[in-house]
């Protein structure tokens, strides 16, 4: 029991290659697959997260290899929707700055053995973004969307448009705008939170 958080932390990065390879594929089975292999992954981290709470499972080692995770994860599965021209490279951009800036800021507190708790931006923010993948995904193992937000916009009145792989592509991309949004918002309420830290005020950081 121990180290099923770790296990499962662990079947979410080797799962992240596969995403990514099929991703590069850019066929619409290859998005089915990928779906379906994202999905499970998605609930390895709320499993994985449950376990580590419900029974106490917490580790240093565990702790890394969640975040680790996480970040490897989204970062690059986006950074392959990138590749084949389905997100924009400056969502990308914004998204891995922030996790630099939060895991420097958790470095930085926790050498002077202080914790920056997460906050209710960062952790919409994963909910929201991993829909939006998700939804882009699904998207286009359903077919070819002809309505996007990205890169160009491309949005038409013509009925043949408004097809079930087209609503859901358009639909993520909308969530993919809202993530962008909460990713910035989360980095500033980090910085917030990290501001008596910045200052040399330790203590009211505890507080």
């Known amino acids: 029991m121990q180290h099923i958080p770790n296990l499962l932390s662990l079947s979410r990065i080797a ?22 292999f994202f999905v499970l992954a998605s609930i ?21 290899l969640d975040l680790t995770a996480d970040k490897v994860f989204v970062s690059s599965i986006l950074i392959a ?6 997100v924009p490279a400056w969502i990308v951009v914004i998204i891995v700055a922030r996790e630099f800036l939060v895991t420097g800021l958790r470095s930085m507190a926790a050498a002077r053995g202080t914790v920056i708790a997460a906050g209710r931006w960062g952790k919409q923010k994963t909910f929201i973004t991993l829909l939006a993948i998700g939804g882009i995904l699904l ?7 002809q309505l996007a937000l990205f890169p160009t916009p491309i949005l038409t009145s013509s009925p043949a448009a408004w097809s079930l792989s087209s609503l859901l592509h358009l639909l993520a991309d909308v969530a993919l705008l809202l993530a962008t949004f909460w990713t910035i918002m989360s980095g500033v309420e980090y910085v917030l939170r990290a501001l008596p830290l910045l200052q040399g005020k330790e203590d009211r950081l505890r507080a």
Do not use: K
């Open 15 to 36: 799962s992240t290659l596969l995403i990514f390879m099929l991703v590069l594929i850019n066929q619409h089975w290859a998005f089915l697959v990928a779906t379906v």
């Open 139 to 145: 998207a286009h193992g359903l077919g070819d969307p």
């Open 81 to 86: 929707l990138v590749q084949i021209g389905l």
């Open 44 to 64: 390895t981290d709320l499993l994985d997260g449950y376990l580590a709470r419900r029974y106490h499972l917490v580790s240093s080692l565990g702790v890394f």
